[in-house]
């Protein structure tokens, strides 16, 4: 059993920066890949960006590609986002996850449904 608790939302004009952090409690951490995903009002739930469970490889939406970084520290059982150059299009719900399989990779991070741990969200808001 993973639990995920998220922090680090908040308001922030367009153009600023934000870093989430996700603490994970449970044993099983440090061998399961993570992934953030975001949901806007009206609006389905999409991926953000994720990172194997060693931190080797992080993929990213492309719509986040170069301005999102995802990390994680396992001694830490935390999983990062930092957000620069937001804008208001990045105003939404902000969940992590953890993968249901361990030691896994590629493009299943960016599907919602191999996720079976999820946070209960931190808002971001981008004014503009």
């Known amino acids: 059993q993973v639990q995920l608790v998220e922090s680090g939302g908040g308001l922030v004009q367009a153009g600023g920066s934000l870093r989430l952090s996700c603490a994970a409690s449970g044993r099983t951490f440090s061998n399961k890949a993570m992934g953030w995903f975001r949901q806007a009002p009206g609006k389905e739930r999409e991926f953000v960006a994720a990172i194997t469970w060693n931190g080797g490889s992080t993929y990213y939406a492309d719509s986040v590609k170069g301005r999102f970084t995802i990390s994680r520290d396992n001694a830490k059982n935390t999983v990062y986002l930092q957000m620069n150059r937001l804008n208001p299009e990045d105003t939404a719900v902000y969940y992590c996850?953890?993968?249901?399989?361990?030691?896994?990779?590629?493009?299943?991070?960016?599907?919602?449904?191999?996720?079976?741990?999820w946070g209960q969200g931190t808002q971001v808001t981008v004014s503009s």
């Open positions: 996850a953890a993968d249901r399989e361990r030691y896994t990779g590629g493009d299943r991070l960016r599907r919602s449904t191999n996720y079976d741990y």
